[in-house]
């Protein structure tokens, strides 16, 4: 096997029709480029492995895993973050441990906000969409709550660390005011 290219290894995010426009039904296909950062490659390999997020934590806390499209390499991209749900709808909290940079995956969200999230053995389509605010401060106090440790990723950083919410695609949702 030596000298032969591995198997191309494929996965699911959105793509954008000539208009522009979103295109669900085409939604997260495309090469696979693994993490980087050793830690998140295992805990991605041990979803992929067992099926489920379930036994898969950061620092003691449950995650979820969100499949998206890189922003400059197109490739299709995981990442587990801290589980913060609230009434079908989940934060992912862009804090790389306070850091004074946002982590890679901020960008890509921003410019693709089409992703899979997976909450144990479920997985769906989400919208994720950086809030602001009133709604922000909601979602940064969930988020907290679940890990206490983000309030001191805050302060370590110049920052301002973002909150995305994930919504899901194509089901009803609840009202987006942040303060079901």
């Known amino acids: 096997m030596r000298g032969q290219r591995p198997p191309r290894k494929t996965a699911t995010v959105g793509n954008r029709n000539s208009s522009g426009m979103l295109n669900i039904s085409m939604a997260l296909t495309g090469d696979y480029a693994p993490s980087a950062w050793e830690w998140v490659r295992k805990h991605v390999e041990q ?12 620092k003691g806390r449950p995650t979820v895993l969100i499949t998206y499209r890189g922003a400059k390499t197109r490739k299709v991209r995981k990442i587990p973050v801290i589980r913060v749900e609230h009434e079908g709808r989940y934060a992912a909290v862009a804090s790389k441990g306070g850091d004074p940079t946002n982590p890679q995956w901020y960008s890509s969200l921003v410019a693709e906000p089409v992703v899979e999230l997976q909450d144990g053995t ?5 919208k994720a969409r950086e809030v602001f605010g009133d709604e922000k401060a909601v979602w940064w106090r969930r988020a ?4 206490p440790d983000y309030a001191d990723y805050q302060r370590k950083t110049d920052r301002q660390i973002p909150v ?3 919504e899901p695609i194509g089901a009803d949702t609840p009202d987006n005011d ?3």
């Open 144 to 147: 907290v709550d679940v890990f």
């Open 164 to 166: 995305f919410v994930l």
């Open 178 to 180: 942040g303060t079901a």
């Open 122 to 126: 479920v997985s769906r389509m989400y």
């Open 47 to 58: 979803i992929l492995r067992t099926g489920t997020t379930d036994g898969v934590t950061i």
